[in-house]
T-cell receptor
Framework: DIQMTQSPSSLSASVGDRVTLTCRAS??????LAWFQQKPGKAPKSLIF???VLRSEVPSRFSGSGSGTDFTLTISSLQPEDFATYYC?????????FGQGTKVEI | EVQLVETGGGLTQPGGSLRLSCVAS????????MDWVRQAPGKGLEWVSV???????YYADSVRGRFTISRDDSTNTVFLQMNSLRVEDTAVYYC???WGYGGKTFDYWGQGALVTVSP
């Protein structure tokens, strides 16, 4: 199985900050990398697929980059509604695997 | 509007069985990849199973031989039959629509159904 490792596990930030989350795959996944946002008690929400393609309803302050084994999710100006846990997920092969998550806290 | 609604969660003892249902609206399950993903309390996300439109199924090693995914096209519903449940199967189980390369990522998720396995 492909192992996905996210860093940091958590971070504290303020509204307006630029934050960057990192995801590393144990082997190359080309650009078959997705990012999800999850708020407490809620289902995950798809943000990005193909490493850098935003879903249509996702604000443009979110961006993704990377290929191969190293990926980043950047929030250019953190908003109150962005405080959540973020997961990366590879969909290059089975089984699909997720990182352990990065919790973005105030 | 795409919606997924899971039902069937609950409390059972180790060795017991439960069947989760996921009713879909806004699209046809038989034309899509349909997955189950679970999340143990306070933990991350774990893919469980997929049902292809053509009927092929795949399972995580942790549930293979105990869980079965299926669907009812007449009611646009996907099921997860869970047998020989273990304490470590305790989790919120999400139904999700598979998407992308081989359907191995997910664009829509249900609200989740809590399964608790406890002596």
């Amino acid at each position: 199985d492909i192992q996905m490792t996210q860093s940091p596990s958590s971070l504290s930030a303020s509204v307006g900050d630029r934050v960057t989350l990192t995801c590393r795959a144990s082997q190359g996944v080309i650009n078959y990398l997705a990012w999800f946002q999850q708020k407490p008690g809620k289902a995950p929400k798809s943000l990005i697929f193909g490493a850098s393609v935003l879903r249509s309803e996702v604000p443009s302050r979110f961006s993704g980059s990377g290929s191969g084994t190293d990926f980043t999710l950047t929030i250019s100006s953190l908003q109150p509604e962005d405080f959540a846990t973020y997961y990366c997920q590879q969909y290059y092969n089975y089984p699909p695997t997720f990182g352990q998550g990065t919790k973005v806290e105030i | 509007e795409v919606q997924l609604v899971e039902t069937g969660g609950g409390l059972t003892q180790p060795g017991g069985s439960l069947r989760l249902s996921c009713v879909a609206s806004g699209f046809t399950v038989s034309s899509n990849y349909m997955d189950w993903v679970r999340q143990a309390p306070g933990k991350g996300l774990e893919w469980v199973s997929v049902l292809y439109s053509g009927g092929d199924t795949y399972y995580a090693d942790s549930v293979r031989g105990r869980f079965t995914i299926s669907r009812d096209d007449s009611t646009n519903t996907v099921f997860l039959q869970m047998n020989s449940l273990r304490v470590e199967d305790t989790a919120v189980y999400y139904c999700a629509r598979g998407w992308g390369y081989g359907g191995k990522t997910f664009d829509y998720w249900g609200q989740g159904a809590l399964v608790t396995v406890s002596p």
